[in-house]
């Protein structure tokens, strides 16, 4: 029996999510039917991180394990070729057999797309959130250094149910402009639940001047989601990467 | 009656081209009948660039003629009321009523987008070309440089049915590396049918090492489009801009 680890990226605008659910396909079930239809056997694999409906990735991590004779670093090749074209496995390879994904510890990276232009781009429309009113990113910028850094972020979390503890450390927390489009990067050692999509909706309200930069501080110490700002768009969002430690 | 301009962006991933046809939607098509439904005439536009199936565009350009009160620079946001999201109109106008975007002298502006990495990356799957093998984009600028300036592009040209001339001049055809994404950005006074795709194939052709970038410049003295490469797939293809000296 082999543990094998993949990253796995995808499109996620026809899926309900990453994690199964009674109501609609989702991504983990599509690759659970892929390496059972590969392997020949029954395979539930476990994810890293269970993404909502319409948010995107580039370096989701899944283990599963398995008695097949593909070599762990030639899954990915061949799982590919059963997998549609919005779901793409990108590299595989074997693992402990006690690695978990969610229990190793690791540095997850986001990207928050803003596509701030009058008007729409059909082309970026299921990759960014449109933001037609003008954003001061420097303003964006000076309210994201009080973000950086372990706090409680109570107050950019939706649910915290079976949650511990609310506090997390963000590592780095940047905006660029590439053309039309301004990217929020934010690098951290785990996300409460919606968190990245309430930063970045928080950012877009100081960006459009209704919080100054110093109130999100304030929104920070509050500790209640209801003094944040409202829930970005899914499909800007997408989970860039998982980096393990060792493995 | 008044002759109104539209700047017009789209996805081409769902369409079967610009042209009306019989078999399939097209983007002419959905525009006329969002136009009709607007101002209550029967609308008919006038295209500047027929793309092909599955082609996209930021920057293609339509006039239609009307008695409608709508002011011509609000016709934008009027008519992307009732366009589907994969179909936008970014800016209008009025323009003389005998102004016509195919006869008017223009300067038009591509984008080719490839993919060039070992692995697929779901998110672009819809806007570039992946070419898993290794590209040498040097070799590639130096055949770009052949094909730039005033040449009979008969090579690079599919079909030249109603065409009197197959000179073009290429004004500039750049190459940028963007991550794991090769652009080539190509700008002239007029492109023959399918000749920014065949570039693009041939380039790629060039990249791996099928062709020396000298054997472009024979291919070009060829004159027969046997001798170049495959056109490339369309989804890389997007019409960045038309621009018009007047007006």
């Known amino acids: 029996m082999k543990r094998i680890r993949l990253t796995v990226a995808y499109d996620g605008t026809a899926y309900c999510g990453w994690q199964i659910q009674p109501n609609g396909i989702t991504i983990e079930e599509v690759i659970n039917r892929a390496l059972s239809r590969l392997t020949g056997e029954d395979i539930a694999v476990i994810g890293a991180s269970r993404t909502d409906a319409g ?3 580039r370096g989701n991590v899944a283990v599963f394990d398995t008695m097949s004779a593909i070599p762990p670093e030639r899954f990915a090749y061949a799982v590919n070729t059963v997998l ?17 994904p969610r229990y190793a510890e690791s540095v997850k990276s986001y990207e928050y797309r803003i596509l701030n232009q009058e008007m729409p781009d059909p082309l970026r429309r299921k990759d960014t959130w449109h933001v037609s ?3 001061d990113i420097d303003k964006m910028r000076q309210a994201a250094a009080y973000l950086t850094g372990e706090h409680d972020f109570r107050s950019f979390c939706s649910i915290h149910t079976g949650v511990k503890s609310t506090v997390r450390t963000i590592f780095s927390l940047d905006l660029d402009r590439e053309d039309a489009v301004i990217v929020i990067r934010i690098k951290g050692n785990g996300f409460l639940y919606n968190m990245v999509r309430i ?8 960006g459009r001047g209704f919080y100054s930069p110093g109130e999100v501080r304030d929104i920070l110490e509050a500790k209640e989601r209801k003094r944040a700002g409202a829930t970005a768009p899914p499909q800007g969002l997408i989970l860039s990467s998982i980096e393990y430690g060792r493995n």
């Open 133 to 135: 009113f003008p954003l």
């Open 199 to 206: 930063i970045a909706g928080t950012l877009v309200d100081v």
């Open 55 to 57: 948010v995107h990735a």
């Open 84 to 100: 549609p074209e919005d779901i793409a496995v990108v590299k595989s390879g074997e693992v402990p057999g006690n690695w978990h």
